[in-house]
């Protein structure tokens, strides 16, 4: 394996900014339920809430996904940076309005519109992970050197996933503040959203200073469509057999080229599947052991607080064993095996046992240690099996797949 390169000076910024942005969503995981209530929200509106932050991923992995392919095709040098403060923006926007809400549950006239108001922000905050994660990933599988893309991608999954766990770590800190400035009112349910709204800016201000795409390409850039390869197909349309032959050729080699589609279908199903898995801690997980275990919020926070300690080593142990030669199948089957055996201890059904706290908590469990292998390791093998090609568009699709299950 090659060291890391001169031109890697991006792969820190990317990994801070990686862990923030998904701390800044999972924050908000344990503790947006009671938000909701607080206001007088239906309890519908927390799966609306959910769902909407899921679909704003799938927009923003779709549409920046292509905005990725498009400015790598005509502005290579400074697109990628354009677009990922775009991505950043609707973070900023989406985290301010999470905390005005909380105003406008506090006023009468404006309370009904509160909770939505929340869900529109979770709207904009998913549009926003969702871009920057195709943006950032994507400029990976172009810039790195090709036998670094893999390793790369497993260090900056690591931080992504210690990332969704420590949210809640972080959100455990602010369970003690209760404080008001003026008619704002900062407290364990509004501090997590002032704190999204220092990181997006802080972030958006640290990509416009330190991030130079320029200076990030290991390796010539691959173009989608060639003034070579437009000049051959105008020339058969022409009618010039020598080229025309000439384009069917390289058509040929193109297609021999092309990505296994087996493998990309597989990584997408196991990426779909470990989601689906994480989806059912993110969603129910305060709920259900408020009323079915009598759960303070304060006891939520330090669940996800101590399962963070779990992942931490779990994503460390995923990208040591990757590096030891451990084939990335394996990591796969066992990611799978493990995310089925925590799905099944989580079922709560007449042909089931009881599902006591010990069953929730070892399920629970389970979920947490798949969703590193599962995450880090589908999405290594779909840049290996993507090759060569452009990976804009198919890294918004396979961020798309990942955001699917929370709508489902």
Known sequence: MSPPSKHEAWVPLFKVQVFFSCVSFSIIVPS?????????AEEYVLGVAVAVYSLGEMVGSAVFGRAMTRVLRSDPDVGPRTVLLRTIVFGVVGSALYVAADDLGQR?????????????????????????????????????????????TSDIGVFAVLGFVAGPSVGALFAPVDFAVGDIRVDQFTAPGWFMVF????????????????????????????????NLNKAAALGSPALGRRR???????????????????????????????????????PFVTKRY??????????????????????VAVSRL?????????????????????????????????????????????????????????????????????????????????ALPRCL
Not at 201 to 224: E, I, T
């Open 32 to 40: 947006i339920a009671n938000y909701l209530d607080r206001m007088g």
């Open 108 to 152: 009468p006239a404006y309370r009904p519109y509160a909770p939505w108001v929340v869900v529109a922000a979770r709207f904009l905050g998913g549009v926003w992970t969702g871009g920057k994660m195709v943006v950032e990933q994507t400029y990976v599988g172009v810039a790195a050197l090709e036998e670094r893309v893999t390793p790369l």
């Open 199 to 230: 990181l997006t800016v802080a972030m958006w201000f640290g990509c416009r200073a330190c991030f130079d795409p320029a200076k990030g390409y290991a390796r010539p850039l691959r173009r989608l469509a060639s003034d070579d390869a437009l």
């Open 248 to 286: 069917d050729e390289e058509a040929a080699s193109a297609e021999a080229a092309a990505p296994s589609r087996a493998g990309l279908v597989v990584c997408l199903v196991a990426f779909f599947a470990h989601f689906y898995s994480f989806a059912i801690q993110e969603t129910i997980t305060t």
């Open 294 to 315: 009598a759960w303070s919020q304060a006891a939520v926070n330090y669940l996800f607080a101590a399962v963070s300690v779990l992942s931490l080593v779990t994503s």
């Open 322 to 402: 990757s590096k030891a030669g451990v084939r990335d199948f394996d990591l796969l089957v066992l990611s799978l095996v493990l995310g089925l055996s925590g799905s099944l201890l989580l079922i709560d059904a007449p042909l089931f046992p009881a599902l006591g706290e010990g069953r929730f908590l070892a399920g629970f469990a389970l979920i947490t240690v798949a969703f590193p292998f599962g995450r880090n390791v589908a999405l290594a093998i779909f840049s290996k099996v993507l090759g060569p090609a452009e990976q804009g568009e198919w890294m918004g699709l396979m961020f798309v797949v990942g």
